[in-house]
């Protein structure tokens, strides 16, 4: 099953992404893959990454994301609401 997944990219991110741009990257997943994978397809360092968010949720970067998931991803650059400590890189 394929279905396309939007990657929303924040701050930094977006400019260090091979398909930087204000709209969201849309990415075509066939099977779920995890997270950290999909850092290497779109060109961007895990390192970069302080808060990744699956369907609106905080999620480690060890999560396995979905065909279809709407995906944020949010640069160290940005503050971290307390409640989202445990899901920093």
């Known amino acids: 099953m394929s279905a396309v997944t939007e990657v929303y990219l924040f ?17 075509v997943l066939h099977a779920p893959i995890p997270l950290r994978d999909l850092f290497h397809c779109l060109g961007i360092s895990s390192g970069r990454v302080q808060l990744a968010m699956v369907n609106y949720r905080a999620v480690s970067l060890d999560h396995v994301i979905h065909p279809g998931d709407r995906i944020a991803l949010f640069p160290k650059e940005y503050p971290i609401f307390a409640d989202w400590k445990d899901f920093r890189a």
């Open 11 to 27: 701050g930094s991110l977006s400019r260090e992404s091979e398909e930087n741009g204000a709209r969201p990257i849309q990415y």
